[in-house]
């Protein structure tokens, strides 16, 4: 594709994943939020220069907020550049917020970022509502998966 071409609205291509996220909750539900960011700030997202792994989401107001993301410094901006960790504003439609807000509010939910990606040119966020996973629930899961693989295994022996 030219540089500065228009770009169709479902091209989407990832910078960063929480995959720690996936670990410590279950996720519930899926929301798509935009990011308010300045240039120096985009220009390293593009980069992929971009750490989720301690960031949350969280209400304020009736604000939603992305908190302890850090966005590395663009080092081209020199003087001009942004800070790594302040707190970035959250782009949602006001129905899906009062949706979100009512869920936050109950106990032990929280709001984590999933991952990081532009689509059609802009910075988006996808948030999972997702409830934090006891120390036997993440024993299920390894438990299920080292199941699963030992099936696996043996029907690959059985073909043979």
Request: glycine share 10%; aromatic share 8%; with cysteine.
């Amino acid at each position: 594709m030219r540089k500065g071409a228009p770009r169709a609205d479902g091209d989407v291509r990832t910078v960063a994943q929480n995959k720690r996220a996936r670990f410590a909750y279950s996720i519930e539900d899926r929301f798509e939020a935009g990011l308010v960011l300045t240039g120096s700030e985009v220009k390293s997202l593009r980069d992929g220069n971009v750490a989720l792994s301690d960031a949350y989401g969280a209400v304020r107001g009736d604000e939603l907020w992305l908190v302890n993301c850090r966005i590395g410094e663009y080092k081209a901006a020199a003087f001009f550049g942004h800070l790594p960790l302040r707190d970035r504003k959250l782009l949602m439609r006001r129905a899906e917020l009062e949706k979100l807000v009512g869920k936050v509010e109950q106990r032990g939910y929280s709001l984590v970022p999933l991952s990081i990606y532009f689509r059609g040119g802009w910075a988006k966020v996808e948030l999972g509502l997702g409830r934090g996973k006891t120390h036997e629930d993440r024993r299920e899961d390894i438990s299920a998966r080292e199941q699963k693989r030992e099936m696996e295994r043996a029907l690959s022996r059985r073909r043979r």
